[in-house]
């Protein structure tokens, strides 16, 4: 028994060796990947809002989503958002442009944010009056179970106060 | 050498197996401690910004971090935020609170954001009285070489104009 031992421990050894050093791969970084999906829903955003098409506007937030507007309080849960934007893409004045500045992934590609600019443009509630302002903003993301990017936090505010469109 | 082969086989598979399901050790979770540090930072921040101290004000700011603020462009880089504390911090009317209502961090622990309220006091441009704001802001953590957690996006808004002191 010894004998047998002694001549295929080494064999063992060299199993084992193989199997620390291949087992568990270590996971792929797809954060260059992921940056370029968020870019892409960004992109995709944009298309959504011009198309005032509410459901596929709220499509790019997580269930349990916070939309931070000023002048507002904040907005939890899709049902909050849905009614929150429900009027401003129903104006007939309603434009909104977005223009990704920045995308960071974390190493564990789970968590993500995004640093932009806009410009909007909309009636306003009390004067009526077309105004247009421009401004910046930050998107929490978290990669979802489908492997979809989804927002969790939506925050914004203008440059300067909104003029008078021209 | 069939024999040994048969016998020793086994020994080697459990092995082989328990190497591969123990090692390499899978990285520590430490989101529990991250949200932790990023909470006593914000603590910290509150007391510098009371204290009206400047320099360990923005010492809570990356080299790259970004303060979005309400009717300002977004200033960018540390001289840009000293900047805008300083101005801040020369008004003698100013008075701030805020704390955090969420806090997560990525599985990789590089990145944690916070979600919160705060309330502030100004002196109004026009009127030249103090006013109050109460709102809501969101800030992006990235934790740095040294395990230290630092904001890279600091951004807030008002839920109404601010009003004036009672």
Redesign the interface.
């Known amino acids: 028994m010894n004998r ?2 002694v ?2 421990a080494p ?2 050894l060299l ?2 060796q ?3 050093t291949q ?2 791969p270590p996971a792929p970084d797809t954060r260059t990947a992921d940056e370029k999906a968020i870019r892409d829903s960004e992109t995709q955003w944009v298309k959504d809002f011009a198309s005032r098409d509410l459901d596929r506007i709220v499509t790019h937030y997580a269930d349990d989503a ?1 939309v ?7 907005m939890t849960g899709k049902d909050a958002i849905r009614a929150g934007m429900k009027d401003v893409v129903a104006d007939p004045a309603f434009a909104l442009e977005l223009q990704t500045v920045k995308v ?1 992934v ?8 995004s ?1 932009g ?1 806009y410009s909007y443009a909309g009636a306003d509630p009390k004067t009526k009056k077309v105004m247009a302002e421009k401004g ?1 903003y ?1 998107e ?1 993301y978290k990669k979802q179970a489908d492997g979809s990017w989804k927002i969790v ?1 939506d ?7 909104a003029a008078p469109a021209k | 050498m069939n024999r040994w082969c048969l016998k020793t086989a086994p020994l080697v598979l459990v092995l082989s197996q328990l190497a591969c399901t123990q090692a390499p050790p899978a990285a520590p979770d430490t989101r529990a401690a991250d949200e932790k540090a990023i909470k006593d930072v914000e603590a910290a921040w509150l007391k510098d910004i009371q204290a009206k101290d400047v320099e360990k004000s923005i010492s809570h700011y990356t080299d790259d971090a970004s303060f979005l603020l309400p009717e300002m462009p977004i200033q960018t880089g540390k001289d840009a935020v000293r900047a805008t504390y300083k101005a801040l911090m020369a008004d003698p009317n100013l008075a701030v609170d805020f704390s955090s209502t969420k806090i997560e961090v990525a599985k990789s622990g590089d990145f944690g954001y916070t979600q919160g309220v705060y309330t502030m006091t100004t002196t109004d441009a026009k009127t030249k009285k103090p006013v109050t704001e109460k709102g809501k802001y969101l800030t992006f953590f990235k934790k740095q070489a040294d395990g230290s957690w630092q904001a890279v996006e600091d951004m807030l808004n008002a839920d109404a104009p601010a009003t004036p002191v009672k």
Not at chain 1, 68 to 74: T, V
Not at chain 1, 106 to 113: I, L, T
Not at chain 1, 155 to 161: G, L, S, T
């Open positions: 047998l031992l001549r295929t064999f063992a199993l084992l193989v199997a620390c087992a568990p916070s931070l507007m000023p002048d507002l309080a904040i960071e974390s190493k564990g590609a789970d968590v993500a944010y640093q600019t910046k930050v929490v936090e925050i914004n505010n203008p440059d300067a106060p």
